[in-house]
């Protein structure tokens, strides 16, 4: 997988990717992400990228311009099979959406600033606008980060026991239950005996109770 994130602070994107698992699947090339300065695009004398908005009001606008040149230019290189903008007023990511993201090849995020982008970038390249929660952050950068984590963790061969992303959170409409290593008893505190008993049956049917337990107490919003 390739993803192209355009920002005009990648610099605050570099280290998520250089550590751990997603440093990893770079060096496994599993996934390739780059980085583009919309900066780089601005034919403004000071590569100026955002201007006062039409009509008035506070905050500034970003150009289409500078956006349009560097979307196209990506696009004569290779097909794209989602623009995706990170903005406060897109769809809230969610397992699917990013289980649906994690089969595609090229990608491409837009982090937004300010007031947010020039409309006309929305209507002529964006293929879908996501959010990752109901607040508002400085710009789109911390969104890309998360949402190219939550994607290339799923890419196979990523994580080492690949079992373990299909028992997520989330992954089966379900969070996840307890879980428990040893010692078996700490300062009183015991792991339930069930888990000790070898009996695999019993422990699924118990992991999933717990998990059915949880979900209804904390999220029963996303049980089917
Ligand atoms: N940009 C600013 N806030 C955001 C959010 N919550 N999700 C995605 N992009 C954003």
């Known amino acids: ?14 280290s998520p990717f250089q550590a751990s698992i997603l440093k990893r699947a770079m ?3 599993l996934a390739e992400v780059h980085f583009h300065q919309l900066r780089d695009w601005s034919t403004g004398k000071h590569r100026q990228i955002d201007d006062e908005p039409y009509g008035g009001g506070a905050g ?13 230019e990506l696009k004569t290189q290779r097909n794209y099979d989602e ?19 994690s089969i595609k090849n090229n990608l491409i995020f837009l982090c937004g600033h300010y007031k947010g982008i020039d409309q006309r970038v929305r209507d002529l390249h964006i293929t879908k606008e996501i959010s990752i929660g109901d607040y508002v952050l400085t710009g789109g950068e ?27 959170s989330f992954q089966d409409n379900l969070l996840s239950p307890p879980i428990y ?18 009996n695999s049956k019993k422990i699924e049917d118990w992991q999933h109770e717990e998990a059915l337990r949880i979900t209804i107490e904390r999220r029963p919003d996303i049980l089917d």
């Open 1 to 14: 997988m390739r993803i192209d994130i355009i920002s005009v602070l990648p610099e605050l994107m570099e």
């Open 27 to 29: 060096q496994k090339g």
């Open 60 to 72: 500034m606008v970003m150009m289409i311009e500078p956006i349009d040149k560097c979307i196209s």
């Open 83 to 101: 623009i995706i903008y990170l903005t406060p007023d897109g769809e809230t990511l969610t397992q699917k959406i990013a289980n649906m993201l």
């Open 142 to 168: 911390l969104a890309a980060c998360v949402l190219a984590d939550a994607v290339i963790r799923l890419l196979p061969g990523v994580l080492n026991d690949e079992q373990s992303a299909l028992t997520d």
């Open 181 to 198: 290593t040893r010692p078996s008893e700490y300062k009183g505190l015991k792991v339930p005996d069930i888990l000790l008993s070898g």
